[in-house]
């Protein structure tokens, strides 16, 4: 009546990966298998290349490792879903809450991805990442996951078989 806006805020509102309650979606605190309430991503595209060649999509959720002479490349394009900022280890001192991708192999923690800059709600990033062709063997698999640096996992995991 007054010509204001009307507005929804929740415990989330105007958090990032290290100030948002850690709350799991439910209302009960973060157990580390539950999903966090304002932490949330998607991978939109998964691509790999060898080499220097063309990126292609990651359809099958394989990758053939006898085409690869030297390097695989992976690239993830990832969304944020959650109403919490994401942090980037680039712009923070703390590294609490700060984003990374966490890559596995064989369940054993590989590399992590950081962030390169801060990504708001529905905002996209990509990671890239170049694998020596050593370091994968046939039946390997590479898992990747999103991490909130001594906070918590989120997101789905995304698995892919050498």
């Not at 990758?63 to 994401?86: K, P």
């Not at 962030?115 to 694998?131: D, P």
């Amino acid at each position: 009546a007054d010509g204001g806006l009307l507005g929804l805020r929740t415990t989330g509102t105007g958090t990032d990966s290290r100030t948002c309650p850690a709350i799991a979606v439910g209302g009960a605190p973060w157990t580390g298998t539950d999903p966090p309430r304002y932490l949330d991503g998607f991978f939109d595209t998964v691509e790999w290349r060898v080499d220097d060649h063309a990126w292609q999509p990651l359809d099958d959720k394989a990758i053939d490792l006898t085409s690869i002479h030297e390097t695989c490349a992976l690239r993830f394009a990832i969304t944020n879903l959650g109403e919490a900022a994401w942090l980037s280890p680039e712009e923070e001192t703390d590294p609490v809450g700060t984003m990374s991708l966490v890559l596995t192999i064989n369940g054993v923690e590989y590399t992590r991805i950081p962030l390169a800059n801060r990504v708001r709600r529905f905002e996209q990033t990509t990671l890239e990442i170049l694998i020596p062709k050593g370091d994968m063997q046939p039946g390997d698999m590479l898992a990747a996951r999103l991490n909130a640096q001594d906070r918590t996992a989120f997101g789905p995991q995304l698995s892919v078989r050498f």
